[in-house]
């Protein structure tokens, strides 16, 4: 009913791989459940996903080979 109405489906309560596997196969857009995780308090949440965490560097690598690159192409744009 979600789908025909355009919805994101979220599925709680997913305890088992084969709960997991019908609602996969039947289009469930999101699960949740202690198929994942027990409920955690937010400090250990957190946790889960620092090592994951990945902030770009605010200038770029300029002695990387990519930028080398990017940079010789756009100066031989600006010359031709």
Do not use: N, W
Request: one cysteine or more; proline letters at 10%.
């Amino acid at each position: 009913m979600g789908k025909a109405l355009g919805l994101t489906v979220v599925a709680e309560g997913v305890e088992t791989a084969e709960q997991g596997v019908f609602l996969r196969r039947h289009a469930c857009d999101e699960v949740q459940g202690y198929l994942f995780s027990k409920p955690l308090p937010p400090e250990e949440f957190s946790s889960l996903f620092r090592p994951h965490i990945f902030s770009p560097p605010l200038q770029p690598d300029l002695s990387s080979p990519a930028s080398a690159l990017k940079r010789d192409s756009a100066q031989a744009m600006r010359l031709a």
